[in-house]
Every structure is written in structure tokens, then in C-alpha cells.
T-cell receptor
């Protein structure tokens, strides 16, 4: 089974702090994703990465950055946390696209971040 | 732009009753379609997926979905709901032309009453 783990289930940070959310997958997947989930809005893509050191902006990248130094690890960084970044953050991974059975994303359990 | 609509924010059904959750999409390409389920405090788990072929797709936990191209829909069904099905359900759409990204609907929260 694919396993995607996230470093924290719950996190409380203060406004202005730098926040790191870590995600690790164990299936040698090329693609990794960071989403935020808010009630009534579903999942919105923040950033994704299709290879080590490669990244692309998603739909809502403002206020976030990412790092992918190793294939299995994808980090989301909040440079200066703000209260409007209080949310559930979900990481996902996916194998190589373009083949039958691809495009399926596997999700971690999520990190509920509260910024006070 | 690509979009996915789940018209029902909340649905309540009685245990043992049938269920249908609606999903409509707007896509400029042949879509790949998914249904995910999220139990409280958990990540998303894949229920089923459609890539091609038979438009009626069977998934886990007794769920099925039917792709109707003419209606741009991919509705999720279950003939008899169990209390453990109470969760939030997300429809998602992707396409080869749009690379590796999925677009998710806003979700439908299912409540099951005994």
C-alpha cells in the first residue's frame, strides 16, 4: 500500500512565524502535491512538484513556498504565517502520468494548522 | 476553465436507504474521473475511478458511479447506506491535456440517520 505521511496532525503557530509542513511518501512517486482544504471550497492546489527540485504553482500559491530536495519528501513553507492561512493542509503523491491507472493521487492524513 | 460542481452541500439519508451523490464537470478534454471519501479527521481515500471503457464503474465499500458524457456527469451511488458511510465525498476530474493536476469539487457531506 502507498503510504503518505505528514509530520504533524495538529499545529498551532503565531502570526509572523515561519512554518514548515513536511510530507513523505514511500512509493517512489514522481509527483507530489500540496492542497489546502476549507469548508465549502473543497481542495485547492497550492503547489505541486513533478520531480526533485522541480515545482509549479497551483491555484493559490500566494504566501507559500515549497521545497523538494529528495524524491520522497515535499515540504510546504509558510514564510510568515497569517491568520487567513488557518486551514487543513493535505499532501498527496502520484506515480507517472500517461499510463492506464495513473492520475490517482494518494493522500496523507492532513495537518490542521491554526495561526493565532 | 475546468470546473467541478457538486450541487449538494449536505445530504441526509436513512440507514438502509439508497444514495446518489451528484457530480457535474466542465472540461475541454476527455476527462478522468474520481470519487474520494474523507472520514472526519482523515485524509482522502479513493472510492473509484473512471479512465475509459465501461461507463459504470464499481468501487470499494459497495459504491458505484456512472459516467454520462452527454450530461457531463459522474454520479456516485450506493443501493443501501450504512451508518459508517457518513463522511464527506469529493468528486475530482483530471485530463491528460492538463498534466498531472486534478480539480476537486467542493464536497458533499453525507449524514446517515438511524
Amino acid at each position: 500500500d502507498v503510504k503518505v505521511t505528514q509530520s504533524s496532525r495538529y499545529l498551532v503557530k503565531r502570526t509572523g512565524e515561519k512554518v514548515f509542513l513536511e510530507c513523505v511518501q514511500d512509493m517512489d512517486h514522481e509527483n507530489m502535491f500540496w492542497y489546502r482544504q476549507d469548508p465549502g471550497l473543497g481542495l485547492r492546489l497550492i503547489y505541486f512538484s513533478y520531480d526533485v527540485k522541480m515545482k509549479e504553482k497551483g491555484d493559490i500559491p500566494e504566501g507559500y513556498s515549497v521545497s523538494r530536495e529528495k524524491k520522497e519528501r515535499f515540504s510546504l513553507i509558510l514564510e510568515s504565517a497569517s491568520t487567513n492561512q488557518t486551514s487543513m493542509y493535505l499532501c498527496a503523491s502520484m506515480g507517472t502520468s500517461g499510463t492506464s491507472g495513473s492520475y490517482e493521487q494518494y493522500f496523507g492524513p492532513g495537518t490542521r494548522l491554526t495561526v493565532t | 476553465a475546468q470546473s467541478v460542481t457538486q450541487p449538494d452541500i449536505h445530504i441526509t439519508v436513512s440507514e438502509g436507504a439508497s444514495l446518489e451523490l451528484r457530480c457535474n464537470y466542465s472540461y475541454g478534454a476527455t476527462p478522468y474521473l474520481f470519487w474520494y471519501v474523507q472520514s472526519p479527521g482523515q485524509g482522502l481515500q479513493l472510492l473509484l475511478k473512471y479512465f475509459s471503457g465501461d461507463t459504470l464503474v464499481q468501487g470499494i465499500k459497495g459504491f458505484e458511479a456512472e459516467f454520462k458524457r452527454s450530461q457531463s456527469s459522474f454520479n456516485l451511488r450506493k443501493p443501501s447506506v450504512h451508518w459508517s458511510d457518513a463522511a464527506e465525498y469529493f468528486c475530482a476530474v483530471g485530463a491528460r491535456e492538463y498534466g498531472n493536476k486534478l480539480v476537486f469539487g467542493a464536497g458533499t457531506i453525507l449524514r446517515v440517520k438511524s
